[in-house]
């Protein structure tokens, strides 16, 4: 029995060694390369993939076939330029076989950048509820890359993905900013449209770049040597890891509001020792300091037999930071974190004719928490609503306790560091011909703003040096208006970083989206993407397509002129004329004499110049324009509708 028991054994092992072989032999692909992927038009294309070393790999595709011989378990095939059409199939053979399908050749842009990229439409379906019932366009294709980050090495390929074509549905999963910039050129040019999205929120650029694109920015390459040594790294992992461990631990208070004889959402609770609250606002605003942790809301409303039987929905704006809703003891939605727009549909029979109770868990770890201002809040059915503004009751459910400072080196993110993503989410695509970038990012760096007018012209240099495409069309959105408006001259991280983007037109083959007018105050997330979209596939249509013909800019500042007590302004993309928009005088313009102390000025259009002064600065130098973080009511545009870009003359 022992020597068949040996003998069973060794033929298992063979078994497993020829299978594990056949099975090592296999022929893989990247995640990019897949059914319905869309291919670039009009450039030679690399197929690649990997296998055992020594493979013998076929490729068919569009009538012709190729073949080549994998080396060190990576192959790649080399395929000629070929005109936009298909769908078309792909057979590539080696000891298996593989069919892809649905294959299109077209344009492909790789769309990147941080959260206001990835904003996906389903956030503005409200806003753009046309625009999502009519996207069938099944040659519009979408692929979506999670997020993933690594500072120790490149990655080869993507987690798992796939090619989604646009439709009503599909859509609400595609980036909003970069399928209104497709669905414009597609319009336009009817080719295939490929959107590669790789774009994660709230990170900074330098995560974005190469190890050689940082190699000249010593602060970053400074980094990355540490990042480096393994030991360091190790060390600040074991910090991060147990910061973490500790900041989950279980929270010692209790919620008041969950383990008393009643809850405090059950609709037989009486509402006892409750303060009043105006929502929306911030908790801090009202008599609440420095507070984290739950605050409950409670409202009672009637709600009218006419609203009953309907389908109907709770808009709560925005909540910083979680929250919980109750309608009449049932829990009716909640959401984990602030950004997402509160939009909760009301399970039916919920609502009832007379008075219903609303009651709202809000917790709040950081920062003013509450309810963000100039959002809608409102109960909607049928063609009525209740509007939900005005006077709540509010207690206070729990208090946490305060967090621990943090052990220096304990919040580490890869995510956060030099080549984190790039490693992850760009790499693993250069060898997949494109034809340009858009790139929607800078939120993250504007606590440095002046570094990013060297870091942002060293990301276009590194990923066209890795595409190997030559000075391929890179496009970018100009940051937006946000935060609170400031009504005297003063200085903005913001508008610096905006002007650092102005700068970096400076570079070969490069346009920018301004979307100073598509800002919300009380939103990092503004919701008008379409303008977005629509003005960076306005400068593609120039820079990558040659309508050189086209206005795809508003008013860009060329030179100042001092005049006596005047500065004269000439401008670039004046297109039809300068206008102020919507008003009769131009307003954010503000002047400086040699002491840089700024006041606001006024501001006339004469021709295709401005002309700016102040009768508080005899001897003027300087000029801005739109110089704030939310510099409402800037309103200088060419009469094609673009927004000039904020700037200043002051380069100190």
């Not at 897949?34 to 013998?56: A, H, N």
């Not at 503005?124 to 690594?150: C, Q």
């Not at 693993?428 to 606590?447: D, F, H, R, S």
Request: charged share 20%; net charge neutral.
């Amino acid at each position: 029995m022992k020597i068949r028991s040996n003998f069973s054994t060794v033929v298992l092992s063979i078994l497993l060694l020829f299978i594990t072989h056949l099975s090592g032999a296999q022929v893989r692909l990247p995640q990019l390369v897949s059914d319905g992927m869309v291919l670039q038009r009009d450039v030679k294309l690399t197929i690649w993939g990997w296998s055992s070393p020594g493979e013998k790999i076929k490729i068919k595709f569009n009538k012709k076939s190729y073949a080549t011989v994998a080396a060190d378990g990576k192959w790649s095939v080399l395929l000629p330029a070929m005109k936009a059409g298909g769908p078309y199939e792909m057979e590539i053979s080696a000891s298996n076989h593989i069919v892809l399908k649905d294959i299109l050749i077209g344009d492909v842009w790789f769309c990147s950048g941080q959260s206001n990229m990835v904003l996906p439409m389903e956030r503005v379906k409200e806003r753009y509820p046309v625009a999502i019932d009519s996207a069938n366009y099944p040659h519009i294709r979408n692929f979506f890359i999670a997020t993933v980050s690594d500072v120790s090495k490149i990655h080869n390929d993507f987690p798992p993905g796939k090619w989604v074509e646009a439709n009503p549905k599909n859509v609400l999963g595609f980036g909003a900013a970069s399928w209104f910039f497709a669905k414009q050129l597609y319009d336009k040019y009817h080719v295939p449209i490929g959107i590669i999205n790789s774009s994660v929120g709230g990170t900074p650029i330098q995560a974005w770049i190469s190890e050689d694109g940082l190699k000249n920015i010593s602060s970053y390459s400074d980094r990355l040597k540490m990042l480096q040594d393994t030991t360091y790294l190790n060390n600040t992992l074991r910090k991060t890891a147990e910061r973490i461990k500790l900041e989950s631990a279980p929270i010692k208070t209790i919620d008041k509001g969950l383990t008393g004889h009643k809850t405090w959402y059950d609709t037989s609770y009486i509402a006892t020792g409750w303060r009043h609250f105006w929502l929306p606002g911030y908790w801090a605003d009202q008599g609440i300091r420095d507070l984290n942790g739950v605050v409950w809301f409670r409202k009672e409303i009637s709600v009218p037999q006419s609203m009953i039987g309907k389908p109907a929905k709770l808009y709560m704006g925005r909540i910083v930071d979680a929250d919980y809703l109750y309608v009449n003891g049932l829990l009716s939605g909640s959401t984990s974190y602030q950004y997402p727009p509160r939009r909760y549909s009301l399970p039916d029979g919920v609502l009832k004719p007379g008075k219903n109770i609303i009651v709202i868990k809000v917790v709040n770890t950081a920062g003013k928490g509450g309810f963000v201002p100039d959002k809608p809040y409102y109960l909607v059915a049928g063609d009525e609503r209740i509007d939900l503004r005005g006077d709540w009751l509010y207690k206070v459910g729990q208090v946490y306790t305060p967090p621990h400072e943090l052990t220096p080196g304990s919040n580490f993110s890869a995510q956060n560091e030099p080549t984190g993503l790039y490693n992850t989410m760009v790499a693993p695509a250069v060898q997949y011909a494109i034809k340009g970038i858009l790139w929607y990012q800078g939120e993250a760096n504007t606590n440095k703003p002046r570094e990013y007018e060297q870091l942002l012209p060293a990301l276009i240099a590194d990923w066209r040096n890795k595409w190997h495409q030559g000075n391929i069309p890179f496009i970018y959105a100009q940051l937006p208006g946000f935060m609170e408006i400031q009504y005297s001259p003063a200085e903005s991280k913001w508008a610096e970083l905006r002007e650092t983007q102005l700068r970096t037109l400076s570079v070969t083959n490069t346009a920018m989206a301004v979307t100073i007018d598509a800002g919300e105050w009380n939103d990092i997330h503004p919701l008008d993407k379409k303008d977005v979209g629509e003005r960076m596939a306005l400068a593609a249509e120039k820079i990558a397509y040659n309508d050189t013909g086209l206005v795809t800019s508003g008013p860009i500042y060329q030179s100042a002129e001092v005049e006596g007590n005047k500065i004269v302004l000439t401008f670039n993309n004046i297109g039809g004329g300068l206008i102020a928009k919507d008003a009769d005088e131009l307003t954010q313009f503000a002047i400086a004499g040699e002491n840089g102390k700024y006041v606001w000025a006024k501001a006339v259009i004469k021709g295709d110049k401005v002309i700016v002064w102040s009768d508080e600065i005899a001897q003027p130098m300087y000029v801005r324009y739109a110089w704030a973080d939310n510099p409402e009511g800037a309103n200088l545009f060419n009469k094609e509708g673009l927004p000039a870009s904020p700037f200043t003359t002051d380069l100190r």
